[in-house]
């Protein structure tokens, strides 16, 4: 099956954060930086964020912009994806790790 599974996302138009329950195994601290970091990024930049799960387990960061928002700048969004992929690197390990461990047969 070719689908990804969506772990968490913001929304900073609408202000909203989603958490996935299917991983409410996360510890309460890797919850609250993913919530800190993903809210904070859509605030920032607008439109909305998604980290989700590639079928190998990979995390990836998916970035929507707002449907109508001329000052939304692809540029900035795109140097704020890098800023987060390395300031959140071992994390995004450690959820990999977590996701084969829990999920890997699921996809």
């Known amino acids: ?5 969506v772990l968490c996302g913001a929304n900073g138009d609408a202000e909203k954060y989603y958490f ?3 991983f ?5 601290a890797v919850k609250e ?6 809210v904070l990024f859509a605030e920032h930049v607008g439109g909305t ?4 799960f590639s079928e ?12 109508d928002s001329v000052y ?7 140097l704020e994806i890098s800023r987060l992929q390395r300031e959140k690197e071992m994390l995004f ?4 790790a977590f996701y084969l461990a829990f999920f890997g047969g699921e996809a």
């Open 1 to 5: 099956m070719n689908e990804e599974m």
């Open 20 to 22: 996935n329950p299917r």
């Open 24 to 28: 409410g195994q996360l510890p309460e």
């Open 33 to 38: 930086e993913l919530q800190a970091a993903l």
């Open 49 to 52: 964020i998604l980290i989700q």
């Open 56 to 67: 190998e387990g990979d995390p990836q960061l998916k970035v929507f912009p707002p449907a």
């Open 72 to 78: 939304y700048d692809e540029i900035e969004a795109g």
């Open 93 to 96: 390990l450690q959820l990999k």
